[in-house]
């Protein structure tokens, strides 16, 4: 089974701050990599798709990237309704599924 | 507007079944397009992938939890459905229904959650 890696596993921030997340595979290079956001008490939303790909309704703020076994999610000026808990999502042999384990984002 | 639903019972006992159903409105199942999947969330804890099918009925399990679960689909209700057998308290979650655009190979419509929880 592939397994996901994240880091920090929690950040304390300050709005405006450029925070930056990062998610590696046990193995392999999947191609498939999303992010999301999670607040208490909801579904999760869908912020990036295909380790790049800013999923629509999304602001700007948020973008994925990779380098070489790392995949990245930055959010460049963190805003107040940033503050939650951020997954990644590997479907390395689609539609097979691997969620990391997650990265509290909350208030300096 | 796609919206999907979860229902089935909130409270389960140990060694049964944990039966749920998705139904999806504003949207078909029968599209060549899409994925359903479930998620489960224990309280407090990361989300977990439970498994995906297509119209076909073709299903995708994890494998931690392959040898228990059942999915199943019926394009002509427009739902899907989850079947964990021999649950314990460790299954106790908040069970998500969502929708994989084959394009996408993410998940980006969720229900809302339904809480179901294990115990006598």
């Known amino acids: 089974d592939i397994q996901m890696t994240q880091s920090p596993s929690s950040v304390s921030a300050s709005v405006g701050d450029r925070v930056i997340i990062t998610c590696r595979a046990s193995?392999?290079?999947?191609?498939?990599l999303a992010w999301y956001q999670q607040k208490l008490g909801r579904a999760p939303r869908l912020l990036i798709y295909?380790?790049?790909g800013l999923q629509s309704g999304v602001p700007s703020r948020f973008s994925g990237s990779r380098s070489g076994t790392e995949y990245t999610l930055t959010i460049s000026s963190l805003q107040p309704e940033d503050f939650a808990t951020y997954y990644c999502l590997q479907a390395g042999t689609s539609p097979l599924f691997t969620f990391g384990p997650g990265t509290r984002v909350d208030i300096k | 507007q796609l919206q999907l639903q979860e229902s089935g019972p909130g409270l389960v006992e140990p060694s049964e079944t944990l039966s749920l159903t998705c139904t999806v409105s504003?949207?078909?199942?029968?599209?060549?397009?899409?994925?359903w999947g479930w998620v489960r969330q224990p309280p407090g804890k990361g989300l977990e992938w439970i498994g995906t099918i297509y119209y076909t009925g073709t299903t995708y399990y994890s494998p931690s939890l392959k040898s228990r679960v059942t999915m199943s689909i019926d394009t002509s209700k427009n739902q899907f459905s989850l079947n964990l057998k021999s649950v314990t308290a460790a299954d106790t979650a908040v069970f998500y229904c969502?929708?994989?655009?084959?394009?996408?190979?993410?998940?980006?419509?969720w229900g809302q959650g339904a809480l179901v929880t294990v115990s006598s």
């Open positions: 295909g380790t790049s």
């Open positions: 969502a929708r994989s655009p084959v394009s996408l190979s993410a998940f980006d419509s």
């Open positions: 193995q392999g290079l999947p191609n498939w």
């Open positions: 504003g949207g078909s199942l029968s599209s060549d397009s899409y994925y």
